[in-house]
Nanobody
Framework: QVQLVESGGGLVQAGGSLRLSCAAS????????VGWFRQAPGKEREFVAH????????YYADSVKGRFTISRDTAKNTVYLQMNSLKPEDTAVYSC????????????WGQGTQVTVSS
């Protein structure tokens, strides 16, 4: 079992930055990958970024590549999503999820944190 709690969301102007945190507990942190997803009102949930359990490999959606950075801190059992140059279209609820089996489904999800970018 993995418990995930997101934080760091809020209201920011276009061009600004936010750092989201995903605090994990339960299963040993280094034994699963973590992804960030987002869902805007009226839209389907979409993939944002992913980091491997080792922290070596990262992947990004084209829409955020070059603006967002995913990282993980093993000492704090936390995954971060640094978001720079934010755009109004980044407005969404952001959730993190744990992937126990690499390239498998995401098995555990957090409750999400709201990010609102004003123009």
């Amino acid at each position: 079992q993995v418990q995930l709690v997101e934080s760091g969301g809020g209201l920011v102007q276009a061009g600004g930055s936010l750092r989201l945190s995903c605090a994990a507990s339960g299963r040993t942190f280094r034994t699963y990958d973590v992804g960030w997803f987002r869902q805007a009102p009226g839209k389907e949930r979409e993939f944002v970024a992913h980091i491997s359990r080792s922290g070596v490999n990262t992947y990004y959606a084209d829409s955020v590549k070059g603006r967002f950075t995913i990282s993980r801190d093993t000492a704090k059992n936390t995954v971060y999503l640094q978001m720079n140059s934010l755009k109004p279209e980044d407005t969404a609820v952001y959730s993190c999820a744990a992937q126990i089996v690499a390239i498998g489904s995401y098995d555990y999800w957090g409750q999400g944190t709201q990010v609102t970018v004003s123009s």
